[in-house]
């Protein structure tokens, strides 16, 4: 019912504002994802300044998936706020188990196992935190379909909990403007974690999801980018920087095995930016 609520919801704004263009479909952003070979996909950017959204494949962007690591995102924000991890230089001691991952492999602190999208290091967290504290920072922010279940520590990553993409765009912009029921500090914190790209055009964010299931493979990217204006102050008649926000969501699912996941979706990203002339 949730998701025919979200759809409906979506329609409506859709109509409601194609007098004032400020909902678009994106036709043309097939030819970018045919040209990486994936076709059950969904992007929603929405240009902040200009108060836009543009979009592809409404019916996916309204329907939840399994977060999978990009609950990390919210993870990190609990952590922070309930004093589980003090700082995002909090560490915890490898468990001694060889896993997959390598990198995984060793004692490290948030910041890192954020980067490195480690999942033994968020397990522990989530036990840490407990299913009551958990549950209340789920209903506070209203994320996804808001279940926990009964496994604190695999619910994002087993299909218990889920949220759409549209639902992880409002996500991002709430967390860029302070707006999520946490401290300014927390989500300042969490926005250093997200930060990937620093260049002279732009600052890139963003955290990746992953999960297999039924032969398939999910795939996600959610974050903001910041383009970088230079101009002329009028008070002060001095070079000055401004900011301006997009933010973003791709959800795919693909049943290549061979395909390189991490090298698909960015490329995706990027070249939607791109095509937007939001990045060079």
């Not at 504002?17 to 996909?41: G, L, M």
């Not at 950017?45 to 990009?70: G, I």
């Not at 699912?253 to 939607?272: A, F, N, Y």
């Amino acid at each position: 019912m949730k998701k025919i609520g979200l759809y409906i919801l979506l329609i409506s704004l859709f109509f409601v504002s194609c007098k004032r263009h400020n909902i678009q479909e994106q036709t043309q952003w097939a030819s970018i994802f045919k040209k990486y070979n994936v076709d059950s996909v969904c992007f929603e950017l929405a240009d902040n300044s200009h108060e836009q959204v543009f979009y592809y494949n409404l019916n996916r962007l309204a329907t939840p998936y399994t977060p999978a690591s990009t609950f990390k995102i919210m993870h990190s924000l609990i952590a922070l706020e309930t004093n589980i991890a003090a700082d995002e230089t909090m560490a915890i001691p490898w468990d001694g188990i060889d896993r997959h991952h390598e990198e995984w492999n060793k004692n490290m602190d948030m910041r890192e196992a954020f980067k490195v999208s480690c999942l033994p290091y968020y397990q522990e967290l989530a036990r840490r935190i407990g299913a009551v504290e958990m549950q209340k920072w789920m209903d506070s922010v209203k994320y996804g379909n808001r279940r926990i279940g009964g496994n604190i520590d695999e619910f994002w990553l087993n299909d218990t909990l889920k949220i759409s993409a549209d639902e992880q765009v409002g996500l991002m912009k709430k967390l860029y403007f302070d707006k999520l029921p946490f401290s300014q500090r927390s989500q300042r914190i969490v926005r250093s974690l997200m930060l990937q790209e620093d260049n002279a055009d732009y600052r890139l964010y963003f955290k990746t999801g992953t999960s297999q299931h039924d032969e398939r493979t999910l795939a996600w990217v959610v974050g903001f980018v910041e383009r970088k204006e230079t101009q002329t102050g009028v008070i002060t008649k001095k070079e000055e920087t401004n900011f301006k926000p997009y933010f973003f969501a791709l959800n795919m699912e693909t049943k290549d095995t061979t395909m390189d996941i991490k090298t698909v979706r960015l490329g995706i990203v990027k070249d939607i930016l791109r095509e937007r002339k939001i990045i060079k």
